[in-house]
């Protein structure tokens, strides 16, 4: 069973920041996407950003001038998250679109969810 951990959550004033991260095992096969969605209270879960395997990323209009979504070389994940707003609180969940071995299934993979709150 392949597990996402997941760190970095956490309370934070409004205006300030934090690091999420995310790590994969390392005998995944072949990662084509990593990145990161987030499911605010009595609303939909909704993509973050993400990064492909090409090292193309993907941030969402809503916190592209803010967040930077980036991956290293072993497997892991981050997203940066500067000037943190109130309504950046949520749930973020660390997403994976792999396959565990050569000629296995493209799966979707997601780790349990960090809370971050934004907060004064």
């Known amino acids: 069973q392949v597990q996402l951990v997941e760190s970095g959550g956490g309370l934070v004033h409004p205006g300030g920041s934090l690091r999420l991260s995310c790590i994969a095992p390392?005998?995944?096969?072949?990662?084509?996407?990593m990145g990161w969605y987030r499911q605010a209270p009595g609303k939909e879960r909704e993509l973050v950003g993400n990064?492909?395997?090409?090292?193309?990323t993907i941030t969402a209009d809503s916190v592209k001038d803010r967040f930077t979504i980036s991956r290293d070389s072993t497997n892991t994940v981050y997203l940066e998250m500067n000037s943190l707003k109130p309504e950046d609180t949520a749930v973020y969940y660390c997403?994976?679109?792999?396959?565990?071995?050569?000629?296995?299934?493209?799966?979707?993979?997601w780790g349990q969810g960090t809370q971050v709150t934004v907060s004064s």
């Open positions: 997403y994976m679109f792999a396959r565990e071995t050569d000629g296995g299934k493209w799966l979707e993979y």
């Open positions: 390392g005998n995944i096969f072949n990662i084509n996407l």
């Open positions: 990064v492909h395997s090409s090292g193309r």
